[in-house]
């Protein structure tokens, strides 16, 4: 056979290119391999499990009279979560991300039974082995989650669906918070003090159904979007390999500048300090019921911020990043007013008492600033790769530090400090240290959606990882040697 001139080989190449980026006929959807229905589906995990155990949280120190137990139990639980989490993304590249998740969901139901035994028996070492089962359980449902939430849905709607998922696990504690105000919500709650024994068999009743709801989940190579791009998948061939790619992953100059964010997102655990401190019990209960619907105003506005098709995607990490800074800015300087008032005259409100609203939005303030910061900070993970390998790795890396970030603020905070100005002052510091490391990601940072924004329809592109965009460019350059050897010109 004779070989072909340049011009043919030329030709030939264009051909197919263009074969390969025609569309494709559309694919029959099926209804539970849809990414709304695996939204649903990590959404309720979500609001069942870790929703449940904020929702005891959110009555500050689980609901307990004294915080200093459940912070030393949640220490524990955020220490094994951070290095659970590091591992969870290699682990859940190899055995698949709907056993993680349903790995990930067997231990909490254990930690709100230590719980209750505390509370009704005084039992210490099941809060203990409660928090050990959750710890490792959560890490994997940590990893996996986040690498769900964000790489499952089309680009185009990856805001949209994160506040879905953020909305059902913020629903969690909305459910939550409306058991524990129904059940403590008489005229002796009104003082300082502790829930009753039965809230905790509800929640333990409820997570139980967690573990088994997260094997519907749809693995990720049959998920059908709804613009015909598929989930790219390109995890290592081996756990030893899988270890490697999370070892460059840390390594990565973005993830570096971002760790100091990482911390300070969700280092503020004062707060339960500071409802226990300050709230009665009935008191604590409608804080925790009613500053979720904050959250989820919060969500619903960072949300659509960065999914506003007006804005190219850069804008849209640059606003968000302003929105961010202002919220923690008003926030905190909100918090540290009311603070200094109460550490010279501590009260002990309820929701009849005058002063309740001053100190209930300095909670609602902190939870909407960090639940800004968090929708914004997974939207811009997401949009450092187009691989889900590489996102399970980068979920695992940001919740992993989350983590430890959580543990240490338990930690301090299972000491009385003076009047709080030792917990406040770290956070103060640590949101400070962030800002100019975050910044310099963003200035950067060049989202893989603006590469693709041009791709049709049920279209699955040839390049479908980050490396193997490099095999893209290698063909573009062999395909214009042979262009220029035939006496033309791209």
């Not at 254990?110 to 050990?132: D, E, K, P, Q």
């Not at 606003?319 to 109460?342: D, M, R, S, T």
């Not at 303030?365 to 914004?376: C, S, V």
Request: charged share 15%; aromatic share 14%.
């Amino acid at each position: 056979m004779a070989e072909k001139t340049p011009h043919e080989e030329a030709a030939s190449i264009e051909a197919a290119q263009v074969s390969t980026t025609s569309p494709r006929p559309p694919e029959k959807r099926i209804w539970y391999r849809t990414t709304l229905f695996n939204a649903f589906v990590i959404g309720g995990v979500g609001f069942i499990a870790p929703g449940l155990w904020n929702a005891m949280n959110a009555l500050g120190a689980g609901g307990a009279q004294a915080p200093f137990l459940v912070n030393a139990a949640n220490a524990l639980v955020f220490g094994l979560m951070g290095f659970v989490c590091l591992i969870g993304g290699p682990l859940a590249n190899r055995i698949g991300l709907h056993w993680t998740l349903f790995l990930g969901a067997v231990g909490y139901p254990l930690y709100s039974a230590g719980l209750y035994t505390n509370n009704r028996y005084g039992n210490v070492w099941f809060v203990l082995v409660g928090a050990v089962a959750c710890g490792l359980s959560a890490g994997l449902f940590w990893a996996s989650e986040g690498a769900i939430a964000i790489g499952y849905p089309e680009a185009s709607k990856r805001g949209r669906y994160l506040n879905i998922w953020l909305w059902f696990r913020t629903g969690g504690p909305l459910l939550g918070g409306a058991i524990v105000l129904a059940l403590n919500h008489d005229s002796a709650s009104k003082k300082k003090g502790k829930v009753g024994y039965d809230t905790y068999l509800v929640f333990v009743a409820l997570q139980t159904v967690a573990a088994p709801l997260a094997l519907l989940l749809s693995p990720p190579e049959k998920v059908q979007r709804a613009d015909g791009t598929r989930v790219i998948m390109k995890a290592e061939t081996s756990f030893k390999r899988e270890l490697q790619a999370l070892w460059r992953a840390c390594k990565q100059k973005e993830i570096l500048l971002l760790l100091p964010v990482f911390w300070a997102a969700y280092f503020n655990q004062y707060s339960g300090n500071f409802q226990t401190y300050y709230f009665g019990v009935r008191a604590r209960a409608l804080i925790g019921f009613t500053s979720n619907f904050g959250t989820l105003l919060s969500s619903q506005l960072m949300s659509t911020l960065l999914d506003y098709k007006g804005l190219a995607v850069k804008k849209r990490l640059e606003w968000g990043y302003y929105a961010v800074v202002v919220l923690h800015i008003i926030a905190w300087v909100y918090g540290w007013v009311v603070q200094e008032k109460y550490t010279a005259d501590p009260p002990a409100y309820d929701w009849e008492d005058a002063g309740f609203v001053e100190g209930y939005f300095v909670l609602l303030l902190w939870d909407f600033a960090r639940q800004a910061l968090q929708n914004w900070l997974y939207y811009l993970v997401s949009t450092m790769t187009d691989n889900l390998s590489q996102i399970t790795r980068y979920s695992g890396i940001l919740r992993g530090q989350e983590s430890f970030a959580q543990a240490v603020s338990y930690g301090l905070n299972t000491r009385r400090w003076e009047g709080g100005r030792v917990p406040l002052a770290v956070n103060t510091i640590l949101l400070g240290l962030a800002a100019y490391p975050t910044w310099l990601v963003v200035r950067d940072h060049i989202p893989v959606e603006t590469t693709s924004t041009t791709t049709p329809p049920n279209h699955t592109p040839d390049v479908e990882s980050d490396t193997e965009k490099s095999i893209e460019a290698s063909s573009s350059s062999d395909k214009e040697k042979l262009a220029l050897g035939a006496g033309t010109i791209s």
